[in-house]
């Protein structure tokens, strides 16, 4: 089952309904018993540019695949810290008090 996040300048991105769950507050919007607009268009508008909602996709699919189940030597704890460009580290800081993950 697939969510959309949508950005305020117009980008949608794409996550499996589980990864967007690792945030409360998406969680609860796309919570199949309410009846918020956004749990029955699969659609959660976060209202930030494309480049940050970008990150905090990322972040949270990081976090599910940390989370969950399964050997994870594959991919090292620093790599996402690392993609993490100066000009957008503001902002997802502003975001997480938004879109606590």
Do not use: H, Q
Request: with cysteine; aromatic share 10%; hydrophobic share 40%.
């Amino acid at each position: 089952d697939w969510v959309k996040i949508t950005s305020s300048d117009g980008y949608s991105f794409l996550v499996k309904r589980s990864v967007a769950a690792i945030s409360g507050t998406l969680k609860n919007m796309l919570s199949e018993d309410s009846s918020f607009r956004e749990a029955i268009a699969n659609t959660c508008p976060i209202s930030e540019r494309a480049a940050v909602v970008e990150k905090v996709c990322e972040y949270m699919s990081f976090k599910a695949y940390y989370e969950g189940p399964g050997s994870k030597d594959g991919v090292d704890v620093n790599e996402f810290t690392e993609r993490i460009p100066p000009e957008v580290a503001l902002e997802l800081c502003v975001t997480s008090f938004s879109v606590p993950l």
